[in-house]
């Protein structure tokens, strides 16, 4: 008999300790409502199931809700820090350098409460940033396709990479500089129909001259010609 009352002792003792951890976590947000400022009501279950005995641990039959509510924390952990970066990065730019900066300063004007909206914020401000056109970009590119215009296709032997490069995208930055590279290269490689004649102009003949007493031995003579055709 005295056995079994200091079993039961035990049993008493440890759900004596193990209630106030499954009312603290139960008395927790759920996973889908906990913000960042919960964090210190999480941590506080946590310290007070660490202390308790393997035994009285095993009773805390809510213990998976407070792991769950702890990995729910690094998550919003890391998506606060990503938050901060974007936020960081887009107000280290100087809106003069872009030609349009407003989808920028909308996506930094979003909502920031729920995790949902964190995300979304983040997310837009991101975009937002790989999306501007620097100013030097784009003026970079005007000049490229004015320099263009002011040509004529049919005056060169091959107009084909020029053609090619005006065909590129230029939605990004990025893009927008690699138009901006091949146009003026396309540009710079153009050979034009009258500099193609031009080379032609000296030309070489293998001819033999005879004497009336004796042959000549064949010669290369080179004069320019000074007709359409040689």
Do not use: C
Not at 150 to 155: A, C, I, N, Q, Y
Not at 216 to 223: E, F, S
């Amino acid at each position: 008999a005295l056995q079994a009352l200091e079993a039961q002792l035990v049993v008493l003792t440890n759900e004596a300790a193990a209630a106030p951890v499954i009312t603290a976590i139960t008395a927790l947000p759920t996973v889908e409502v906990l913000k960042l400022t919960d964090e210190t009501a999480v941590e506080a279950a946590r310290t007070a199931y660490d202390a308790l005995t393997a035994d009285q641990k095993v009773l805390v039959t809510n213990y998976a809700a407070l792991q769950a509510l702890e990995a729910q924390l690094v998550v919003l952990t890391n998506e606060a820090a990503a938050l901060n970066t974007a936020k960081t990065t887009a107000n280290g730019l100087t809106p003069a350098d872009y030609v349009d900066f407003s989808a920028v300063t909308t996506a930094l004007a979003l909502p920031e409460t729920t995790n949902a909206e964190t995300v979304t914020k983040t997310t837009a401000i991101n975009n937002a940033i790989a999306a501007l056109v620097t100013v030097v970009a784009a003026d970079a590119l005007k000049d490229a396709k004015d320099a263009e215009a002011l040509l004529v296709s049919t005056d060169y032997v091959d107009y084909s990479a020029v053609t090619t490069a005006l065909a590129m995208a230029e939605t990004t930055n990025t893009q927008i500089v690699a138009k901006t590279t091949a146009i003026n290269n396309a540009i710079a490689g153009l050979v034009t129909i009258v500099s193609k004649n031009a080379s032609n102009d000296w030309t070489t003949h293998e001819v033999t001259l005879e004497t009336p007493t004796s042959t000549w031995t064949t010669a290369i003579i080179t004069w320019q010609n000074l007709f359409n055709n040689d």
